[in-house]
């Protein structure tokens, strides 16, 4: 059973930084490489949004509200995903989610999320 688990929200000043971090366990193979991974991201009372996402060939793309401020990477030899995060605004206040994508041939996995506050 294939699990993805986030770590590193909490509450931040407008202007500081978060990492935050999502382990995969579970999967035949090292998850993060071969499915395309991505980070999302759901504020209350708005939908879920696409934050950032690598493919599995490297690809790279941000949502435009982030772009320039948060960057997305992985580890394949922790299989882990992260996504740095700096100069948060208030309006980066939300629950995060992490994605693992290996459609058609492979699942499409949730982590539980994890909750990011910036406020002063």
Known sequence: ?????ES???LVQP???LRLSCAASGASGNLVSIYAMSWYRQAPGKQ???VARITTGGSINYADSVKGRFTI???N????????????KPEDTAVYYCNGDGRPIRGNYWGQGTQVTVSS
């Open 15 to 17: 202007g500081g930084s």
């Open 1 to 5: 059973q294939v699990q993805l688990v």
């Open 77 to 88: 030899a922790k299989n882990t995903v992260y996504l740095q995060m700096n100069s948060l």
């Open 48 to 50: 879920r949004e696409l």
């Open 73 to 75: 990477s992985r580890d």
């Open 8 to 10: 590193g929200g909490g």
